[in-house]
């Protein structure tokens, strides 16, 4: 079936929480919008059970000079928190050497310089959201507290902290007895604490209930939903310089689209997806995990939220749950749960905080964030003048969704932004 020419001035193709980020800032410049997801409802891929925060002070890429000696130490590691598993795969491969490219100190300067700006404008279009929406996400406006066991590392923190301050990220250096007033859960191991960092105006919140909430706030304004829907194939003009339409499948079969503008936003299935169309993009899935503990009304877990340093771990208090998350393992799609990984979080989490909640009734989940080396992710547009891209944000795509949402919106209304595939 296809259904007439122009049906749409946008299409965005992926309801995560990007994608969702997308058709809004769309919708507000007056166009008519229609989103594509595979899944029943928005968000419940990469953007279903992340860690939660909303951080501007994790702007360092991973890809920073300290990077390369960190990776060879973990690579003897199983529990590491980077994990590379080699694979016969070119994109794999083509990524890990990018990586090591990026990781030049003129170049991670630079990329912290702009992630610092693209998340900070992000952090602020969040807060206009909710202002203006009026929806909650069980968000806490209580800052990120990023605390170190190791001396070493907290004095190697230091430089990091100003540098960031210097990028325009409040990153204040603070010592024990500040965090444990900060964080009062933290009373208990106060003598394990070397220092920490705290960014007060950094924020957390549930991004996979923001996602559903801003999604439901496009229908209201107009945007046209196709879930269960997975897109299948693009058509592109004899010239390849524009995309035609789009070719879905659902539940009635086969459908065509068309649209003036394309966006892309599918997550890390972005790179496989246009590589037949001779879009290249750097994008490898890192898996990631998390565990969802009920507190059970605990008073005893924290409600700032906190990043780990030892463990790369980072938690969020979601109202009535705790949400630890981290780990990346880049080892090609799967999904899979691994047992040890789980437990290793949960063991984590009760050394620290052993009255949180019910442990025994956590939840797991694996998601796969879609990264490029540096941590930038494409917003712009493609070789065709009316595919664009909106994806590739890695570790941070809750943080950055509505700030490159809000771009991406910007160049269509101006017909005009970067070729950047
Ligand atoms: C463990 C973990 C912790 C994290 N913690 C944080 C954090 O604390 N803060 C932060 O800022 N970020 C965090 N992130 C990163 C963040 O979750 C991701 O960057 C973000 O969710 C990516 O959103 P997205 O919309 O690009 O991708 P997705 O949410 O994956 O959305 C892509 C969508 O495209 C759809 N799709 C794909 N292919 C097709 C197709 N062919 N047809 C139809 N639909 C398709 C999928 O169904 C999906 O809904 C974390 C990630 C992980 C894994």
């Avoid at 050497?97 to 602020?124: N, Q």
Wanted: positive net charge; hydrophobic residues 40%; contains cysteine.
């Amino acid at each position: 079936m296809s259904e007439r020419s122009s049906d749409f001035d946008v299409i965005v193709l992926g309801a995560g929480v990007v994608g969702i980020n997308t058709a809004y800032w769309n919708l507000r410049n007056g166009k008519s919008v229609c989103v594509i997801d595979r899944q029943p409802e928005a968000g419940l891929e990469t953007s279903f059970a992340n860690g939660g925060q909303v951080s501007v002070c994790h702007a360092e890429p991973w890809a920073n000079p300290s990077a390369p000696l960190k990776v060879l130490k973990w690579l003897m590691r199983s529990d590491a928190p980077l994990l590379f598993r080699p694979r016969f795969d070119i994109h794999q491969w083509l990524w890990l050497a990018k990586f090591m490219v990026d990781c030049l100190p003129k170049r991670a300067d630079r990329h912290t310089t702009e992630i610092v700006k693209l998340a900070t404008e992000s952090r602020s279009l969040i807060q206009r959201i909710r202002a203006e929406e009026g929806f909650h996400y069980d968000e806490r406006t209580k800052g990120i507290l990023h605390f170190y066991r190791d001396p070493r590392e907290f004095e190697a923190a230091i430089p990091v902290a100003e540098l960031m301050r210097r990028y325009g990220c409040n990153r204040e250096v603070i010592d024990a007895d500040r965090v444990v007033e900060i964080e009062p859960a933290f009373a208990d191991k106060r003598d394990e604490i070397a220092g920490a960092t705290y960014t007060a105006e950094d924020e957390s919140g549930d991004a996979l209930k923001f996602t559903q909430n801003l999604a439901r706030v496009c229908e209201n304004m107009g945007g046209v939903f196709h879930y269960s829907h997975q897109v299948t194939a693009l058509a592109a003009d004899r010239g390849m310089r524009k995309v035609n339409s789009v070719e879905v499948c659902g539940p009635g079969g086969y459908r065509t689209l068309r649209a003036r503008d394309m966006i892309v936003s599918l997550g890390s299935w972005s790179a496989p997806f246009l590589r037949p169309y001779g879009v290249r993009l750097n994008i490898y899935p890192a898996k990631g995990y998390s565990a969802t503990i009920p507190t059970n009304g605990s008073n005893l877990a924290p409600v700032t939220s906190l990043t780990d340093d030892e463990y790369k771990l980072v938690y969020s208090n979601l109202g009535d749950r705790l949400r630890v998350a981290g780990t990346a393992e880049l080892s090609g799609y799967s999904r899979s749960l691994n047992r040890t990984r789980c437990q290793a979080i949960i063991d984590n989490v009760k050394k620290l905080f052993p009255r949180a909640g019910n442990f025994d009734a956590a939840t797991f989940w694996t998601g796969l964030r879609p990264a490029t080396p540096s941590n930038i992710p494409y917003v712009g547009r493609t070789r065709y003048r009316n595919l664009w891209l909106n994806t590739g944000h890695g570790t941070l795509g809750w943080t950055m969704g509505a700030g490159s949402g809000f771009r991406i919106a910007d160049m269509i209304a101006a017909k005009e932004g970067p070729v950047i595939a």
